[in-house]
T-cell receptor, first 117, second 110 residues
C-alpha cells in the first residue's frame, strides 16, 4: 500500500512569488490535513479537507489556501510568499475526519521543504 | 485555546539510560497521540491514549494518560540510538483541529 505522497520534496522560491504543493493520500482515505512546521513555532495546523470540503482552518492568513479533488488528492497554495513562510509543509491523511474517531490513525507524508529567499 | 507543553525540549543521554518525556495542558483532551519524527520525514504515530489513567506499552516505550486527561508521559527504558528523534504529543482541540506540543528532541549516544 503506497504511503502519503507529497510533491515536490524541495522548493526554492523568492519573496512575492506563489507556490502550489501537492498531496496524494493513502488510497481510500478521504481526509487530508495540512501542517506547517518551523523551528520556532513547531507543528501548526493549517486546514483540513474531507470529501472536497474544507472542515477547519487554523490561524493563518488568507494567503494560505487549499483544495481537494474528487480523487481525494489535495493541493495547498501560498500566494505572495514571505520569508517567514520558509518551512516544512506536511500533509496527513486518514479515513475519517479529524476528531471523528479516537482510534483513527493519521498518516503523514515526508513533507515539502519550502525555502523563500 | 488548548495548548500542549512538552518538557524537556532537549534531552541527550547515553545508550542504556532511562528517560521520561512529559506533555502537559491546562485543558482536558478527549485523547492524546504521541508521534516520533526523524529528520527529513513526517511524524509517525506511536500510540493514541483515550481513557484517563490508561497505560500503553510499545516494546521499551510506556505511555500514560493522566487521570484527568490533561497530561501524558512517555517513558523509554534502556534507550537505544535508534530512539533518537523528535517526540511530539498531539490532541484534538474543541474545533477538531490537531494541536501539537513543541516537541522533545532526544539524542541517544552509543
Amino acid at each position: 500500500k503506497a504511503g502519503v505522497t507529497q510533491t515536490p520534496r524541495y522548493l526554492i522560491k523568492t519573496r512575492g512569488q506563489q507556490v502550489t504543493l501537492s498531496c496524494s493520500p493513502i488510497s481510500g482515505h478521504r481526509s487530508v490535513s495540512w501542517y506547517q512546521q518551523t523551528p520556532g513555532q513547531g507543528l501548526q495546523f493549517l486546514f483540513e479537507y474531507f470529501s472536497e470540503t474544507q472542515r477547519n482552518k487554523g490561524n493563518f492568513p488568507g494567503r494560505f489556501s487549499g483544495r481537494q479533488f474528487s480523487n481525494s488528492r489535495s493541493e495547498m497554495n501560498v500566494s505572495t510568499l514571505e520569508l517567514g513562510d520558509s518551512a516544512l509543509y506536511l500533509c496527513a491523511s486518514s479515513h475519517l475526519p479529524l476528531g471523528a474517531g479516537t482510534n483513527e490513525k493519521l498518516l503523514f507524508g515526508s513533507g515539502t521543504q519550502l525555502s523563500v529567499l | 485555546t488548548q495548548l500542549l507543553e512538552q518538557s524537556p525540549q532537549f534531552l541527550s543521554i547515553q545508550e542504556g539510560e532511562n528517560l521520561t518525556v512529559y506533555c502537559n495542558s491546562s485543558s482536558v483532551f478527549s485523547s492524546l497521540q504521541w508521534y516520533r519524527q526523524e529528520p527529513g520525514e513526517g511524524p509517525v504515530l506511536l500510540v493514541t491514549v483515550v481513557t484517563g489513567g490508561e497505560v500503553k506499552k510499545l516494546k521499551r516505550l510506556t505511555f500514560q494518560f493522566g487521570d484527568a486527561r490533561k497530561d501524558s508521559s512517555l517513558h523509554i527504558t534502556a534507550a537505544q540510538p535508534g530512539d533518537t528523534g523528535l517526540y511530539l504529543c498531539a490532541g484534538p482541540n474543541a474545533g477538531n483541529m490537531l494541536t501539537f506540543g513543541g516537541g522533545t528532541r532526544l539524542m541517544v549516544k552509543p
